[in-house]
C-alpha cells in the first residue's frame, strides 16, 4: 500500500539559489531545487511525497502472478530519496531492496571502488535525446549537489572531489548549484586553441588528485569523447591499490556498452567496453524503452536487474528479472516484445 511522508524527514534542506545564473549550454535555464521530474527542470521540493508504491511481479502465466513490493520512483523527490533512504521509515523499504545510498555503502563494504549511478534527467518517462542537451547537463549538476550534501558527510566534504567534463562547467557550477560548497571541484579537460572544432586538452590525473582524497565522483563525462578515457586514467592512478572510492554520475556509458562509437574511428573509447566496463558496479540504474511493448530496465544493488512495465493502473508489473545487466538490445527485441 502506498505510504505518505514528509521531504522534512531528509537530513538537509534542498537546495535553492538566490540569485539566476545562465547556463552557457542553456540559456533559458532557470535555477530551482528538486521537483517531480516530468521535465527537465526541478521546482520545489518541500512537499509530501510517496515513497511505497507497488510493482507487481510476473512470476509464472497470467494465473499465478504473485505481487511484490518494488520502489520505483515516480518523481525525482522519491528518486533521491531512495540514493539517500537512510531516514525513510522501514515500513517503506521491501524485504529485498535497500535505497541506493544503503546500496552503495553496502557496495563500498563489499570492496567495491567503481561505482556508476545513471539515471535520466529530462523526466523519469523520457529516453535518451528528449533533452537538449545543456539542460539534461544543468538536471545532472543540481542533482548531484543535492546528492552530495546528503550523501557526504560535513566532515569528509573538503576529501571529496567532484570532477565535471571541462574548465568551464567548474566555474559554471561555482557560480550556481555548487556556490559557497566545501567540495572541491575539478575538471578532466580543458579548452584548447581549437575548442570550436571539438578538440580540448587532457589534464594529468596525477596532477589533480591530493593526498587526503578519499572519494571522487564524475558528472557527466559523455560529451566530449576524451573525458572518459581520462576517467579510466583516474581510476587507474588514484583508485586502484587504495581505499578511495569512484563513482561516475550519469556517463551515459551505455554508449560505450552498446558500441555507439565505433571501434575504427574510436579505438581507445571502444577498448573501454572491455578493460574498465567490466569493473563497474552498477549502484542505481533506470533506462526506459519506448514504444506499444515499451518498458523500463531498472536496478538498485544489490537486487537483480528488473524489466518493468507500466500498467493502465499506474503500477509497475516486473517482467524479468536476472543477476548480470542484460544489454539494451536484449532488453528491447527479446525481453520486451515477449510478453
Known sequence: MAMATSCG?????????????????????????????TGGMFTVASRN?????????????????????????????????????????????????????????????????????EFPTAGLQTVPGDGEGGNEMTGSMLLIREFCDRFVPAEKSTRTRVFFP?????????????EGCSLKLDYLTKPSLFEDFGFTTKVKMADR???????????????????????????????????????IFNGELDRIRSGYYPSFFYPKLAELSKTFLPKLDTVYYIH?????????????????????RKASSGSYICLHQQEEMPSLKEVALDILPSV
Open 288 to 308: 526506459n524503452f519506448k514504444g506499444v511493448k515499451g518498458g523500463t530496465l531498472f536496478r538498485c544493488y544489490p537486487e537483480p536487474w528488473k524489466v518493468l
Open 166 to 178: 571541462e574548465a568551464n562547467e567548474v566555474s559554471f557550477a561555482r557560480q550556481s548549484a555548487f
Open 49 to 117: 511525497s510517496r515513497n511505497g508504491f507497488q510493482v507487481r511481479a510476473v512470476t509464472g502465466d497470467p494465473g499465478s502472478r504473485n505481487a511484490s513490493d518494488v520502489k520505483f520512483p515516480t518523481d525525482y523527490t522519491q528518486l533521491l530519496m531512495q540514493l539517500l533512504s537512510k531516514d525513510v521509515p522501514q515500513v517503506f523499504k521491501c524485504q529485498t531492496q535497500l535505497g541506493a545510498k544503503e546500496a552503495a555503502e553496502s557496495a563500498f563494504k563489499d570492496g567495491k571502488q567503481l561505482l556508476e549511478i
Open 209 to 247: 588528485v591530493k593526498p587526503e582524497d578519499e572519494t571522487f565522483l564524475v558528472a557527466y563525462p559523455y560529451f566530449n569523447v576524451n573525458e572518459m578515457l581520462v576517467v579510466e586514467e583516474l581510476y587507474n592512478e588514484a583508485v586502484v591499490g587504495t581505499n578511495r572510492k569512484l563513482i
Open 9 to 37: 524527514s531528509m537530513t538537509k534542506p534542498p537546495i535553492t539559489f538566490k540569485t539566476p545564473f545562465v547556463n552557457k549550454q542553456a540559456s533559458n535555464w532557470i535555477p530551482a531545487t528538486i521537483s517531480n521530474g
